[in-house]
């Protein structure tokens, strides 16, 4: 814990020093070959971390911010810098190197990518159409299929080399071991990204101290020996073609479609697994859609951990006349929201009961302002999130307001140490996570699995809240159509106890002189 703590303040004040311009500038050559050889030494630790342990030691927005601080403090702009692989098991080379993409955190910087590549291409910019998908907060795998069969599998690792995981990968149902020979060449390289659904996080064997989905997939994926019931609660999804031809010595290679959406449905044709979700939008369609709020929320409160969507060029033709950085591809961006964190304490967890009966949590937290707002409550969405991020009352937690207006729970502060916790097993723990009894009626509640997701309801049928929700029904517009039954007045009337059937809203009148008594009605 005090390692972390310590790295987290060191990459701090790196970040702070080299934000400030005139530092750049009057830092003499002597200094500047020493601060570079110590961020290089920070970010080779980092990515060993990452990579290898599947401990992060830091955030990705401070990676990306340390990452930014040694780009400007070199003057080698567009020289790639090697940071050390390590470890003589990381053997395998990738047919093309497994690059990072260039970010864009505004609709601004959005519009001066697209404008960049649209001046390369010649091409007026709300003419070009981008491919836009969410990018996965997972573990990256290169798949080499030879002879339409899989022969490999290869993490990212560094981009240029990476570790074979064949020998999990295989028992993973989503990832097809033969390709149809009429479709491709014999020798065949894509890329794929593996995910744990939130909602398989409990049926991961030997989940050690993880409490985070990538890394406890990035842990299963590497296991020296495979778990196949674990491998089964893996996820895949293919997002790029790299390579394919007569063999992996040809200089040429063969184009499988002109499109990024032909090629999701040649993807399809050889039974590969291809997100759903996706979008072909011209530059101003892209601000429309990024500037919606359910786009991100889409990210926030979706079972399978996202972080970006990714914007890819269209036409493949233009995409290899562009070309690449040693960075990134220069046909493709990752747009990321960008909102205020701070960390507060959660003091407990409370689970609400809704019109259908569900049951959903929300935590109280310790006041703490963020956007110039005070923040107590945030919502939890459900109990498989709670369960992933290892969420429990007085959990430092840090916290965020997406769109300055959803407070959203990001993760648990490791390194502030829950010390109420600690030493209880992990059924008390569970026990604080999830609900035993409805918090409006008292009444036990049920839990069943719904679309892979834990779910509680409440099983008493005369709840005040179920038999709200039944009320909004049959005075809505599909039921009897009444007006000024809006939803306060009806949660009102029915903790009265006015009515104890939804069929007694058409004998309401009787009550209306004891609703004059009431005050402010």
């Not at 990452?67 to 070199?74: I, R």
């Not at 996820?235 to 499109?259: M, S």
Request: proline share 3%; aromatic share 14%; charged share 30%.
């Amino acid at each position: 814990m005090e390692i972390i703590k310590d790295i987290k303040h060191v990459v701090k004040t790196i970040n702070e020093t080299l934000n400030n311009e005139s530092f750049i500038v009057n830092i003499s050559e002597e200094d500047r070959q020493s601060f570079l050889k110590d961020i290089k030494k920070i970010i080779e630790d980092c990515d060993k971390a990452y990579y290898e342990k599947s401990e992060p030691l830091i955030t990705d927005s401070e990676y990306d911010k340390l990452l930014l601080s040694y780009e400007k403090l070199n003057k080698k702009k567009n020289t790639q810098d090697s940071f050390s692989l390590g470890e003589s098991k990381w053997n395998r080379k990738h047919y093309a190197p497994m690059l990072s993409l260039q970010k864009a955190k505004s609709i601004e910087e959005v519009e001066s990518i697209v404008s960049s590549v649209a001046g390369n291409l010649w091409i007026y910019k709300n003419k070009l159409e981008w491919f836009i998908e969410p990018k996965f907060d997972g573990l990256s795998v290169e798949l080499v299929y030879i002879d339409w069969e899989l022969k490999d599998a290869v993490t990212r690792w560094d981009g240029e080399y990476g570790e074979s995981i064949f020998h999990t990968v295989q028992h993973i149902p989503w990832i097809p071991h033969q390709i149809d020979k009429l479709l491709v060449k014999k020798y065949f390289v894509v890329r794929w990204e593996i995910v744990l659904p939130l909602s398989n996080f409990d049926k991961v064997e030997n989940k050690k101290e993880w409490t985070n989905a990538r890394n406890l997939a990035s842990g299963i994926v590497r296991n020296k020996v495979a778990n196949v019931n674990n491998c089964k609660q893996l996820r895949c999804y293919v997002y790029d073609w790299i390579y394919q031809g007569i063999n992996l010595e040809d200089e040429w290679k063969w184009f499988l479609a002109f499109t990024q959406e032909e090629l999701n449905e040649l993807f399809k044709h050889l039974k590969f697994t291809v997100y759903p979700f996706n979008k072909l939008l011209t530059l101003s369609d892209i601000k429309e859609f990024l500037n919606k709020e359910e786009t991100a929320e889409f990210l926030e409160n979706n079972e399978i951990e996202m972080d970006w969507y990714v914007c890819k060029l269209n036409n493949i033709a233009a995409r290899e006349r562009l070309g690449y950085t040693w960075h990134h591809p220069k046909w493709a961006f990752a747009f990321k929201y960008q909102a205020e964190i701070t960390t507060t304490e959660v003091l407990e967890i409370v689970w609400q009961t809704w019109k259908t009966g569900i049951l959903t949590p929300v935590a109280n937290l310790k006041p703490v302002q963020l956007n110039g707002v005070t923040i107590r409550r945030a919502t939890l969405h459900n109990y498989d999130i709670i369960r992933s991020k290892g969420i429990y009352p007085w959990s430092s937690v840090f916290l965020q307001r997406s769109w300055e207006v959803i407070p959203y729970i990001v993760g648990v502060d490791d390194s502030i140490e829950n010390t109420r916790m600690k030493g209880l097993s992990e059924e008390d723990k569970n026990n604080f996570q999830k609900p035993h009894h409805c918090e409006t009626c008292w009444s036990w509640v049920k839990m069943v699995l719904e679309n892979k997701l834990h779910k509680f309801y409440c099983e008493n049928e005369n709840c005040p809240a179920r038999l709200a929700g039944k009320v909004l029904q049959v005075v809505g517009k599909k039921g009897f159509d009444l007006e000024g039954f809006w939803e306060e007045f009806v949660d009102l009337i029915v903790n009265k106890e006015f009515i104890t059937l939804p069929c007694e809203v058409l004998e309401f009148e009787k009550y209306k002189d004891e609703l004059y008594k009431i005050e402010g009605f």
